[in-house]
């Protein structure tokens, strides 16, 4: 069975904190990695894509390391805006494009 | 920003009742997919759809459940007989291409309630 597993959290964290989320993927076919973003009751949204080298999008930094199927999310200088559920999501091109999502790590920025 | 649309937001439906979620994804994307969330759980692939067929299912996707595009711009999920673990919400993501780094864009989803 391929699974993405993540701590459900919560993480509370004040504003201005550094805060990592990590995930890992049994799947070793899985060929894309995605962090989304999804707010209570809504739709997931694409935060960022996740590259093998690292990338960074302003706040938001994500890492992948194939060898031990591991994937993070860095957010530092957290904001009140940025509390939601961050959801850890791989893609495995030979099974349909299925996305296939961890749990979620549930992150809420206070004052 | 064009976006995927589902209608209703809301459903309720009685057990053993037939519901058809319905779904416009957008409009030059090819590859379209149904997820469900089950409260408090994860969300869930069902099914990908590409060119009039189905590519893949998940094992949740049943005889219960069928997928049609039954024009240019609607995409639908049948549940024929509802039970009450159907209840979930019901997303619908579509993509221009299939795979790689792509963005999956979801609809707001549609909440089912089997009573």
């Known amino acids: 069975r391929k699974e993405v597993e993540q701590d459900p959290g919560p993480f509370n964290v004040p504003e201005g904190a550094t805060v990592a989320f990590n995930c890992t993927y049994s799947?070793?076919?899985?060929?894309?990695f995605f962090w989304y973003r999804q707010d209570c009751r809504k739709e997931p949204k694409l935060l960022m894509s996740v590259y093998s080298s690292g990338n960074e999008d302003g706040r938001f930094t994500a890492q992948l390391n194939r060898a031990s199927q591991y994937i993070s999310l860095l957010i530092r200088d957290s904001k009140l805006s940025d509390s939601a559920t961050y959801l850890c999501?791989?893609?495995?091109?030979?099974?349909?494009?299925?996305?296939?999502f961890g749990g979620g790590t549930r992150l809420m920025v206070k004052p | 920003e064009p976006e995927v649309t589902q209608t209703p937001s809301h459903q309720v439906t009685q057990m053993g009742q037939e519901v058809i979620l319905r779904c416009v994804p957008i409009?030059?994307?090819?590859?379209f997919y149904w997820y469900r969330q089950i409260l408090g759980q994860k969300v869930e692939f069902l099914v990908s759809?590409?060119?009039?067929?189905?590519?893949?299912k998940s094992e949740i996707f049943d005889d219960q459940f069928s997928v049609e595009r039954p024009d240019g711009s609607n995409f639908t999920l049948k549940i024929r007989s509802t039970k009450l673990e159907d209840s979930a919400m019901y997303f619908c993501a579509s993509t221009e291409v299939p795979g790689g780094n792509t963005e999956a864009f979801f609809g707001q989803g549609t909440r089912l309630t089997v009573v």
């Open positions: 999501v791989v893609n495995d091109r030979n099974a349909g494009n299925m996305l296939t």
């Open positions: 799947n070793s076919a899985s060929q894309s």
């Open positions: 409009s030059n994307h090819l590859y």
């Open positions: 759809f590409y060119n009039n067929e189905i590519s893949e």
